[in-house]
T-cell receptor, first 114, second 115 residues
Framework: EPEVTQTPSHQVTQMGQEVILRCVPI?????FYWYRQILGQKVEFLVS????????KSEIFDDQFSVERPDGSNFTLKIRSTKLEDSAMYFC????????????FGEGSWLTVV | SQQGEEDPQALSIQEGENATMNCSYK?????LQWYRQNSGRGLVHLIL?????REKHSGRLRVTLDTSKKSSSLLITASRAADTASYFC???????????????FGQGTILTVHP
């Protein structure tokens, strides 16, 4: 079964450093997402991406965050200057198209900011 | 309560028993999806139920949706130790008539199935 793949699975970074989390969504999917889950808390929506632009973003997704689809397969989340509170599991997700379709999540990337 | 709240927060049962988890939400939805998460792992999609559906089955899973009560339930029948995980409901709501797949997750139910 096709799946969303994410790298790295775990990254430790110093506060203030830039981090790029990478994702390969399911091929032929059109909608892409990043979510995050701080340890012990709910999964939270960060951003949705369609047709090479951001469709919607949450309050969490401030100027420190950016997303990019540099080629036909990868989808990246960049955090420019990490803060301690950015420590979380970051999930990439994708959907085939249209409202009402299943959203498939990757295994996640654990980010630890020290 | 917030959108997509599950109860109970924790459920402990014996293998072979049924497990029922409930989810309530506040706003109108396009669909509601149930996910499972093993500790520290990714979110595995279980079932999607659309707002015009009332019940769906998938193997040992049965999901109901009552839009008048803004609630859903997930029933796992004949549970197994391997079903031990956290279970989340996630609502996909209309946004100006167009849904962009912005899911709102609940806090989840931690299910423990004892062998």
């Amino acid at each position: 079964e096709p799946e969303v793949t994410q790298t790295p699975s775990h990254q430790v970074t110093q506060m203030g450093q830039e981090v790029i989390l990478r994702c390969v969504p399911i091929s032929n999917h059109l909608y892409f997402y990043w979510y995050r889950q701080i340890l012990g808390q709910k999964v939270e929506f960060l951003v949705s991406f369609y047709n090479n632009e951001i469709s919607e973003k949450s309050e969490i997704f401030d100027d420190q965050f950016s997303v990019e689809r540099p080629d036909g397969s990868n989808f990246t989340l960049k955090i420019r200057s990490t803060k301690l509170e950015d420590s979380a599991m970051y999930f990439c997700a994708s959907r085939a198209g249209g409202a009402g379709n299943t959203i498939y999540f990757g295994e996640g990337s654990w980010l630890t900011v020290v | 309560s917030q959108q997509g709240e599950e109860d109970p927060q924790a459920l402990s049962i014996q293998e072979g028993e049924n497990a029922t988890m409930n989810c309530s939400y506040k706003t109108s939805i396009n669909n509601l999806q149930w996910y499972r998460q093993n500790s520290g792992r990714g979110l595995v999609h279980l079932i999607l139920i659309r707002s015009n559906e009332r019940e769906k089955h998938s193997g040992r899973l049965r999901v109901t949706l009552d839009t008048s009560k803004k609630s859903s339930s997930l029933l796992i029948t004949a549970s197994r130790a391997a079903d031990t995980a956290s279970y989340f409901c996630a609502t996909d709501s209309n946004a100006g008539g167009t849904s962009y797949g912005k899911l709102t997750f609940g806090q989840g139910t931690i299910l423990t199935v004892h062998p």
